[in-house]
């Protein structure tokens, strides 16, 4: 009698100490996924902000309504396509593609095709030109940039502002780099990077930033935090079905 008295302390023990260590498991668990979730969320929270496109200038690469992602602050090279804002252009928040930077001779013809320091730049992201576009050649002043829409027949563009410092903007100007759409959902995706203008060297188009790590970073901590808490949820429901279970 005593002998079985005895082992029931220690079988009690023994199973204290498995919840014991379970529970520092699944703490820790919670707590990685905490600080993935924090983690992931603040990059994105930092160096991304929302904008809406408001016109059809840049489609079909971006329609008139996408709500995009842009990545603040860094450079800025030719074919990224920027979030800015000038006030020889209105000050309103615009979008569009750089295709030529300071020092550069740039020129358009009716097609819509584009030369930079006498190199012909193949753009295989442009809408079709039927009406025909507006032809000119300037070289874009130091410290500032030249955009124009991919949809080179119906964009507002330099080649409207041509009389204001050659059509440029001040690359202070630009308030953030377009990397995905975020909605609608059926356009949802990274921007990727275009090659078109790599012949050129530098400063070409950006890789896409942190944005689709820190996305994932963020949803797989969320992922560690609810299946942690339902494994532990599940295991304390076994106890207690098992201990009634017992004592019946």
């Known amino acids: 009698m005593s002998s079985l008295a005895e082992r029931t302390p220690r079988a009690e023990a023994g199973q204290a100490r498995r919840r014991s260590t379970a529970s520092v498991v699944q703490g820790a668990v919670i707590g ?17 902000r929302p904008y809406k496109i408001p016109t059809g200038s840049m489609s079909p690469t971006l329609a008139s309504g996408d709500t995009v992602l842009a990545r603040t602050g860094g450079t800025v090279g030719r074919g990224d396509i920027v979030v800015f804002q ?24 009716s097609g819509g095709r584009i030369t930079v320091n006498g190199q012909r730049v193949p753009e295989p992201y442009l809408a079709p030109v039927e009406l025909g576009a507006t032809a000119f050649s300037v070289t874009v002043p130091e410290g500032r940039l030249f955009l124009l829409g991919d949809f080179r027949e119906n ?4 080649r409207s502002h041509l009389d204001v410092a050659s059509g440029s903007v001040p ?39 942190p944005l689709l790590p820190a996305a994932w970073t963020s949803a797989g901590g969320a992922v560690l935090i609810v299946a942690a808490s339902a494994a532990g949820w599940t295991v304390s429901l076994a106890r207690r079905l098992r201990g009634r279970r017992l004592t019946s």
């Open 32 to 48: 990685l996924g905490l600080v993935m979730l924090i983690g992931g969320f603040a990059v994105l929270a930092l160096q991304y």
């Open 86 to 109: 000038d006030r020889d252009w209105g000050n309103s928040t615009l979008v569009k593609r750089v295709v030529a930077v300071g020092g550069d001779t740039v020129s358009g013809d």
């Open 155 to 158: 964009s507002l563009d330099s």
């Open 171 to 209: 690359v202070s100007g630009v308030k953030a780099r377009v990397e995905a759409v975020i909605q609608p959902l059926s356009r949802a995706g990274l921007e990727r990077r275009t090659p078109a203008f790599d012949g050129l060297g530098t400063p070409g188009a950006h890789q896409p930033g």
